[in-house]
């Protein structure tokens, strides 16, 4: 009997656990959409079918969707846009698609990497022989531009144009003038006023709770790199091209300087001791609270309306200004490396459109067209005279414009101008979009580079990131800076990347 | 000598077949109770044991466009094995995995039996209500929540906790900043978090304890802590041990969510474990097979654990099975 009662209540506890770890073990079904393929052949005489698929960040295309309306009428098309919210899940259904051989007919790769892969398997259509075709699209984009889209020796994905330059430190006009301190315009004037942010109360409320700076991670200390003309120390900002060569931040003889500098700021006790840990806008958070009176942001994250208003109602008298990249002991002085082999926008074509010339062809006028200055201007305000008006060339959007052209975007398939782009979307803020546009940027090429086989990039990032804080926390002195090098090439093979990196970059033109 | 040898292998062959008819009789006879377990049985062959063919790309360089039947097999077949054993970081994930694991094994198993004892003892229906229902809510909150929370107490510029101290004249503690704190809160937000909801199986366990036997041991004088001594315990020792068995089973995970949630680079010495390497190595870098390599890995070991503690279990009495 009591064996009986025992197996009973063991039964019962299995089952509890077993509903338990069902629950627990669900939730992560792949969500397929049962999207059609849309590859119904049109007669060669009505509109061309062309389904295009990219990640949309949650926007979606209204009703009356006037840039669609105007492209298939000017272009004789059909076009059918598959958007997906999030990269992850887009990264999927194009992988699940692939895999079936039903890829959409342009569609975006999310990264280098990805793209890589997919023309590996070979699921992709080499596109530098129809280059010749795309005359606008080729002039609009640049050489630099195209170079995104290659993969060994071939043209693999048409990239978008345009690339936002952003990025410098802000600081607390009204605690400078509090202090009486003039703006800091060398790193070691950075120091002292961070200096005195931390010590002299510069919020006058009699607490010793202020920082001088915060950030992200080493993100926070990217103009100091600049300053000894060097890159940060990110595996997206490591090589670049310097007295014609191709260089890595980690081996120039710069970087223990600008790590020694960097340690000075911590060891002063000015820098949030969150720095590393802070996620998200955290770092942000602080500064427009009013405990940290130095950042390095953007100006859209610091003066776009929704923005001011949060730092403005935390304190009225908060006055937040643009500084110039500081400048080292050299007089070098770059603000944030624009990484300009990032893969923003990678329109690929499946390998299956070789027989299907009439939609290829439809792909390649489209490109053309959204590169011209007609087809650029509808794409990225809309439609003239309703939402934009031209005065002479320069256009000025007007109050329907701002209100429907949000999702435009989503057909700018050649890229845009950035900063044009951003400065007549944002008229008030152009100062602020100039300023950061102007400044002095190093321009870093990692994303041009394929990792070599054998080598584990995550691995040798932990590697590289741990041993830096070591070195900027004074945990690991900076005279160990060599052994940590061997280290890095001898168990992470970092050499290897190194090599391929140079190897890879000369080939298509950098530094020889 | 051949022919005894003939002899007794028919009789076993009549024997095994006379204990499957019997067997056979049985499952006829309770045909209705198997035709109720069958729908979980279906559930289990589709979402546990059909996708285990996908283990297979483990030894394969897995390559989506060819999917997992024609991908190329791996060379050697345990390149993904060797390139997970042969990390340099491997032996500190597997010392953080078991490490963190153990601790919320520890710290987490004890305070839910013990809560659900004093549920159990409760006499105030409505107070043991209230706290039970308030007591297993934070089970529903997503690892970021926790994280924000965390974040409002124990930040080392901003939290609640560290505020009062500094105010108190002392310095701050970087609670989620040190290397010496990290594991300490992972175990606790873990024990905050499943306090409540790891008492309620317990519960459930003792309140199917027979009531005469509490009856019994009242009229023969016991005090209340003899009789959870002698009854509520003994009462619940099979489920105990169940469950250790089968967290001992999955004592490679160390709670993914959470590790990634709350880690960052300067924490990585103590807080990064396998699942957070292989999202990082495998995931980011689209290296599947890896991923399902490590995965193997974890299964194996786990399977190896269950059936050896069960084994154990089995000398002291109690066993799953």
Partial sequence: ?????????????????????????????????????????????????????????????????????????????????TLVGDQADYENQMNVRAASNNLPDLFIATTKAHLQKLAESGSLLDLTPYLEKLPEYTAAAGEDVLKKGIIGDKQYALPKAGQARAYTYWIRKDWLDKLGLPKPATVDELLEVAKAFTEQDPDGNGKKDTMGLTGTN??????????????????????????????????????????????KFLDAGVVDPELVSNKGTMAQDKAFQGKVGIINIDWAQMVKEDKVKVWKGANPKADWIQLDAPKGPDGSAYSNAVNIGMAGGLWAVPKRLEKEPEKLNKILELFNYTASADGGRLVQFGIKDTHYTLDGDKVVITDKGREEAGYTWLYQFAGREETDYLKTKFTVLATYIDFEANMPRIETLDGFVQSPAGYNAADANRFIEEEMIKFIYGKNNIENYDKFLSTLESTFKYDTYVDAAVEQLNKLGYGK | MEQPIAVSATTKAQAHSSRLRRTMADVWKMRTLYIMLLPCLVWYFIFKYLPMYGVIISFKDYNFSDGIL????????????????????????????????????????????????????CRISWLKRWVQTLSYMPHFLSWIVIYGISIAFLSETTGLLNRWITDMGGSAIPFLN????????????????????????????ISSIDPTLYEAAKVDGASRLRMIWHITLPGIRNVIVLLLILRIGSILDAGFEQVFVFYHQRVYEVGDIIDTWVYRTGLQQMNFSLGATVGLFKSAIGFIL?????????????SIW
């Avoid at chain 1, 490591?238 to 060569?245: A, H, I, M, P, S």
């Fill in chain 2, 70 to 121: 024609h991908s190329p097999w791996a060379d050697p077949w345990y390149k993904y094995f060797e390139m997970f054993f042969q990390s340099p970081y491997f032996s500190q994930l597997l010392g953080n995995t078991l490490l963190i694991s153990v601790y919320k094994l520890l710290f987490g198993m004890l305070p839910s039996i013990l809560l659900a004892i004093l549920f159990h003892e």
């Fill in chain 1, 1 to 81: 009997m009591k064996m009986n009662k025992t197996g009973a209540t063991l039964l019962a506890t299995l089952m509890l656990a077993a509903t338990l770890t069902g629950c627990g073990g669900s939730g992560n079904g792949n969500k397929e959409n049962a999207e059609g393929a849309g590859n119904g052949q049109a007669a060669s005489a009505g509109p061309v079918d062309l389904e295009i698929a990219q990640i949309s960040w949650g926007t979606n295309l209204p009703g009356d969707d006037f840039v669609k309306k105007e492209l298939d009428a000017k272009l004789n098309l059909t076009i059918t846009q």
């Fill in chain 2, 306 to 318: 269950v059936f050896g503690t069960n084994k154990l279990a089995k000398r002291w009495g109690e």
């Fill in chain 1, 218 to 263: 080493f993100q926070a200390f990217e103009p100091i790199f600049g300053a000894y003309g060097v890159t940060n120390i990110f595996d997206t900002t490591q090589l670049f091209v310097k007295d014609g060569k191709v260089v890595d931040t980690l081996y120039e003889p710069a970087m223990k300087e600008a790590l020694t500098t960097i340690r």
């Fill in chain 2, 178 to 205: 040190g290397v010496e704190w990290f594991r300490s809160v992972l175990v606790s937000t873990e024990i905050w978090k499943d306090l409540g909801w790891g008492a309620i199986i317990y519960l459930a366990a």
